[in-house]
């Protein structure tokens, strides 16, 4: 496994910039933290998964139609570190 990291320091204006250089990399997933980061993948990597974290309200960014997608998402992934549910907290 490789990992290819950036780091734009809250400096957003090159983001889609930085998202067009990893996938010309052949990158197989994106890891998007916060709701601008997340957005600029969506928008730049249509065919590639995105990871996001740290997004207080990705309904409302547009980047899922509802959070049951995304518990739905999670179930199909399969079991977690040897659990076989989700659990909703």
Same mark, same amino acid.
């Given at each position: 496994?490789?990992?290819?990291?950036?780091?734009?320091?809250?400096?957003?204006?090159?983001?889609?910039?930085?998202?067009?250089?990893?996938?010309?990399?052949?990158?197989? @997933?994106?890891?998007?933290?916060?709701?601008?980061? =997340?957005?600029?993948?969506?928008?730049? *990597? #249509?065919?590639? %998964?995105?990871?996001?974290?740290?997004?207080?309200?990705? @309904?409302?960014?547009?980047?899922?139609?509802?959070? =049951?997608?995304?518990?739905?998402?999670? *179930? #199909?992934?399969? %079991?977690?570190?040897?659990?076989?549910?989700?659990?909703?907290?």
């Amino acid at each position: 496994m490789a990992l290819e990291y950036r780091y734009l320091d809250g400096r957003y204006e090159g983001v889609s910039a930085v998202f067009s250089e990893l996938l010309r990399l052949d990158i197989n @997933v994106i890891v998007a933290h916060d709701t601008p980061a =997340a957005v600029a993948a969506k928008q730049t *990597a #249509r065919a590639v %998964p995105i990871v996001m974290f740290e997004v207080g309200d990705p @309904v409302g960014a547009g980047l899922v139609p509802s959070l =049951a997608s995304v518990v739905d998402c999670w *179930a #199909r992934l399969g %079991p977690v570190h040897g659990h076989d549910t989700v659990k909703n907290l």
